[in-house]
């Protein structure tokens, strides 16, 4: 866990475009871990290729969620409706992540099959598929608070462009 955090802090210092492909990236791998052990397939060890793990191109709806404040404190209604606004858009990216990662657990076991070592679920602890399944919640509410990136506040490019 620490070298995935290393690594994620890597990718925020660089900007925070870098961070939300990271991610993501990070989500997509997790639903295709998933996708193999909820049906019993072997699960794909190796370098999973960058360009079929981007949502930006096949996920449309991954920047269209809002903030919302999610304390237990008393809420009005227009908080409940916010919320169950968020969970709905939450449930609905976890779907797409879940369309996503089988469309590429698919390519990855034909046209890149010898890219990968290949694993029976079962060699893993049963925990495996909860945790997976925690850490890209996680992951996701995150990318939920984040809202759109928006390049005129990522110091490292504008440094760049000056």
């Known amino acids: 866990m620490g070298f995935c955090r290393t690594n994620l802090f890597k990718r925020l210092e660089s900007s925070g475009i870098a961070f939300i492909q990271s991610l ?51 809420q009005t209604d227009e908080d409940l409706e916010d919320e169950l606004s968020l969970i709905s858009a939450i449930n609905q990216r976890e779907t797409a992540y879940r369309q996503r990662a089988s469309e590429v657990y698919e390519l990855y ?3 890149f099959e010898n890219r990968f070592r290949w694993l029976r679920p079962t060699l893993f602890k049963k925990q495996l598929k909860q945790n997976l399944l925690s850490d890209a919640r996680a992951l996701i509410g995150i990318l939920s608070g984040c809202g759109e990136w928006d390049a005129t506040h990522d110091q490292t490019l504008n440094e760049l462009v000056q």
């Open 24 to 74: 993501e990236r990070h989500i997509l791998r997790n639903y295709i871990y998933l996708h193999a052990i909820e049906n019993g397939e072997d699960i794909p060890i190796g370098t999973q290729d960058a360009e079929l793990l981007d949502t930006r191109n096949s996920d449309e709806d991954s920047d269209s969620l809002s903030i919302f404040n999610l304390d237990a404190e008393a």
């Open 109 to 111: 076991r034909t046209k």
